[in-house]
T-cell receptor, first 113, second 112 residues
Framework: QKEVEQNSGPLSVPEGAIASLNCTYSDRGSQSFFWYRQYSGKSPELIMFIYSNGDKEDGRFTAQLNKASQYVSLLIRDSQPSDSATYLCAVNNYNTNAGKSTFGDGTTLTVKP | DGGITQSPKYLFRKEGQNVTLSCEQNLNHDAMYWYRQDPGQGLRLIYYSQIVNDFQKGDIAEGYSVSREKKESFPLTVTSAQKNPTAFYLC???????????FGSGTRLTVV
């Protein structure tokens, strides 16, 4: 079992819809959770982070964390074609891994006009 | 503007050759990291450094070496011992790791 698992996709949604990206992790002691967006051929860019159970909203993005279920998700509302990218989930357990993040393989999202 | 600069953007290596990838940051971050990304895959950690003059191996350190003589700089050398070096190399930095990473623009290394 991978430490961080994501559906590879591709996930395709129509413009204006809600895109839901999911991530599960195996280390129950994980404390910090990140979502990065990576456009094709480019480097990843941090778009959301969450530390506590519940929801965290930033504009059209909402990160959801459920530590009991070891599950973190990213919702993108009113999806735009410019949201088409690969989304990487990353997890950090500072007690065991210091500042190192473990990444999933990413989910590719396509938003169709 | 603060950020991380990686160079070169593209690099071609001949068999048996060592090459060095540059990574410089002016964000005043203590921690720096090198990751490798293969097509369709996530990021795998090569080396990381949390403080000047100290660094640790990541999950795939074999065939690579690093140095951290200055806070701003964390160069990666891909040695001839790395048998499959063709990949996208990403350098990142962080205040503490728990705040997430800032990535450089990456270096694409190809063996010719």
């Amino acid at each position: 079992q991978k430490e961080v698992e994501q559906n590879s996709g591709p996930l395709s949604v129509p413009e204006g819809a809600i895109a839901s990206l999911n991530c599960t992790y195996s280390d129950r002691g994980s404390q910090s959770f990140f979502w990065y967006r990576q456009y094709s051929g480019k480097s990843p860019e941090l778009i959301m982070f969450i530390y506590s159970n519940g929801d965290k909203e930033d504009g059209r993005f909402t990160a959801q964390l459920n530590k009991a279920s070891q599950y973190v998700s990213l919702l993108i509302r009113d999806s735009q074609p410019s949201d088409s990218a690969t989304y990487l989930c990353a997890v950090n357990n500072y007690n065991t891994n210091a500042g190192k993040s473990t990444f999933g393989d990413g989910t590719t999202l396509t938003v169709k006009p | 503007d603060g950020g991380i600069t990686q160079s070169p953007k593209y690099l071609f290596r001949k068999e048996g050759q060592n090459v060095t990838l540059s990574c410089e940051q002016n964000l005043n971050h203590d921690a720096m990291y090198w990751y490798r990304q293969d097509p369709g895959q996530g990021l795998r950690l090569i080396y990381y450094s949390q403080i000047v003059n100290d660094f640790q191996k990541g999950d795939i350190a074999e065939g690579y070496s690093v140095s951290r003589e200055k806070k701003e700089s964390f160069p990666l050398t891909v040695t001839s011992a790395q048998k499959n070096p063709t990949a996208f190399y990403l350098c990142a930095s962080s205040i503490s790791g728990n705040n997430g990473y800032t990535f450089g623009s990456g270096t694409r290394l190809t063996v010719v």
